[in-house]
């Protein structure tokens, strides 16, 4: 079955350590992106790619890094930079229409919890 | 004025009750519209999309006034099932050839027996 696969569901750091969130998809989509959610909050774009080996700052890039060396692969790292980590974090795909309307699939999330 | 607001809820129904959602939008230049819905500490899932004429999918009724600018979404005879946060999709020209898919927070519902 297509989907989009993340791992690992839940993820454990201290302060100061990077950590790489994996997101793997087969549903031959060329736009992959990433989003963050805190409680009671809306989900925040943190990247995104509509193509391999481009990429794109969201709304709050800053601390994150990704890579689009593969068109089925956009892993995110969070670095020691980023303020904030604690979070659900989402990888998406979609279809990448030039009129825009495009319809998410999301993996199952990954949370991070800084110690 | 946020980019996509929507009820803050939350909404507790009975069984059976007909609800209703709404969004707005600032954005004038904003192309296409949808409903996702999230379970608790899950993914969230397309419920529907929403056409300018309006659109029905069984019990979910979804509208979107332009001139206004809001979205709504009507789930008649509601089940336990249908608890659950539903969120406003906006998806906004921002230049060129981008868009940009903005969320609303999401307005959590619970349907009681």
Same mark, same amino acid.
């Given at each position: +079955?297509? /989907?989009?696969?993340? #791992?690992?569901?839940?993820?454990?750091?201290?302060?100061?350590? @990077? &950590?790489?969130? %994996?997101?793997?998809?087969?549903?031959?989509? +060329?736009?992959?992106?990433?989003?963050?959610?805190?409680?009671?909050?809306? =989900?925040?774009?943190?990247?995104?790619?509509?193509?391999?080996?481009?990429?794109?700052?969201?709304?709050?890039? *800053?601390?994150?890094? &990704? %890579?689009?060396?593969?068109?089925?692969?956009?892993?995110?790292?969070? !670095?020691?930079?980023?303020? @904030?980590?604690?979070?659900?974090? =989402?990888?998406? %795909? #979609?279809?990448?229409?030039? %009129?825009?309307?495009?319809?998410?699939?999301?993996?199952? /999330?990954?949370?991070?919890?800084? =110690? | 004025?946020?980019? &996509? *607001?929507? +009820?803050?809820?939350?909404?507790?129904?009975?069984?059976?009750?007909?609800?209703?959602? @709404?969004? !707005?939008?600032?954005?004038?230049? #904003?192309?296409?519209?949808?409903?996702?819905?999230?379970?608790?500490?899950? *993914?969230?899932?397309?419920?529907?999309?929403?056409?300018?004429?309006? @659109?029905?999918?069984?019990?979910?009724?979804?509208?979107?006034?332009?001139? #206004?600018?809001?979205?709504?979404?009507?789930?008649?005879?509601?089940?336990?099932?249908?608890?659950?946060?539903?969120?406003?999709?906006?998806?906004?020209?921002?230049?060129?050839?981008?868009?940009?898919?903005?969320?609303?927070?999401? !307005?959590?519902?619970?349907?009681?027996?």
């Amino acid at each position: +079955d297509g /989907g989009i696969t993340q #791992s690992p569901k839940y993820l454990f750091r201290k302060e100061g350590q @990077n &950590v790489t969130l %994996s997101c793997e998809q087969n549903l031959n989509h +060329d736009a992959m992106y990433w989003y963050r959610q805190d409680p009671g909050q809306g =989900l925040r774009l943190i990247y995104y790619s509509q193509i391999v080996n481009d990429f794109q700052k969201g709304d709050i890039a *800053e601390g994150y890094s &990704v %890579s689009r060396e593969k068109k089925e692969s956009f892993p995110l790292t969070v !670095t020691s930079a980023q303020k @904030n980590p604690t979070a659900f974090y =989402l990888c998406a %795909s #979609s279809i990448a229409r030039a %009129s825009g309307a495009n319809v998410l699939t999301f993996g199952a /999330g990954s949370r991070l919890t800084v =110690l | 004025r946020k980019e &996509v *607001e929507q +009820d803050p809820g939350p909404f507790n129904v009975p069984e059976g009750a007909t609800v209703a959602f @709404n969004c !707005t939008y600032s954005n004038s230049a #904003s192309q296409s519209f949808f409903w996702y819905r999230q379970d608790c500490r899950k *993914e969230p899932k397309l419920l529907m999309s929403v056409y300018s004429s309006g @659109n029905e999918d069984g019990r979910f009724t979804a509208q979107l006034n332009r001139a #206004s600018q809001y979205i709504s979404l009507l789930i008649r005879d509601s089940k336990l099932s249908d608890s659950a946060t539903y969120l406003c999709v906006v998806n906004i020209f921002s230049g060129g050839s981008n868009y940009k898919l903005t969320f609303g927070k999401g !307005t959590l519902l619970t349907v009681n027996p």
